[in-house]
């Protein structure tokens, strides 16, 4: 898309890693993350797997946390999924829940959880109104850091899933670029 402009340094790679990074939930966290509505305990009973009921909450309290899916093994989250198992599937607890989910499970829950919050995953459809509210957001914060994040307010606002820090990159050099040009 973007292979001759030299992608800019928006944040620092520790706040990269802060934004994309999985939620790390504290205990509090976990009751606050995991609750369940009756609209989210509705959506659950779609999945007749433990295991994949397990995910399904997983992905939902992550979402809620950073409006973000993440990609994991039941393994790197132990203590989430321990603390679920423990809330809502006593019956199962001293099992172990190890692994991963299929992509075809990952794209359902991420189906049933978007409409739930309002929000539409990222594509390449929103790069133009993107680049167009990024060239407005220079205007008043020129600093690149500034710009970027108000443009995360703006995807939240408009209930779109922030892309991948390359994507962003890769539009903010294009905005920069028409900004230059005008």
């Not at 679920?84 to 199962?92: A, Q």
């Amino acid at each position: 898309m973007m292979e001759n402009i030299k992608r800019i340094q928006l944040l620092s790679s520790t706040e990269v890693e802060e934004l994309y990074a999985r939620p790390d939930f504290n205990t509090h966290e976990q009751y606050l993350y995991f609750a369940l509505t009756p609209l989210e305990r509705e959506a659950l009973t779609q999945f007749s797997q433990t295991k994949t009921r397990i995910f399904f909450i997983l992905q939902l309290g992550y979402f809620k946390a950073k409006q973000q899916f993440f990609n994991f093994t039941l393994d790197e989250v132990n203590s989430d999924v321990k603390f679920i198992v423990d809330t809502y599937y006593t019956e199962s607890a001293g099992m172990p829940f190890t692994g991963r989910i299929s992509r075809d499970y990952v794209r359902i829950k991420r189906q049933i959880i978007l409409p739930m919050f309002n929000y539409r995953n990222w594509t390449s459809d929103f790069v133009p109104e993107i680049t167009t509210h990024i060239g407005d957001l220079l205007r008043y914060y020129p600093k690149g850091h500034s710009a970027f994040r108000q443009l995360l307010v703006y995807l939240d606002h408009k209930g779109i899933v922030i892309p991948s820090y390359t994507t962003l990159q890769d539009i903010f050099s294009r905005g920069y670029a028409e900004e230059e040009n005008r």
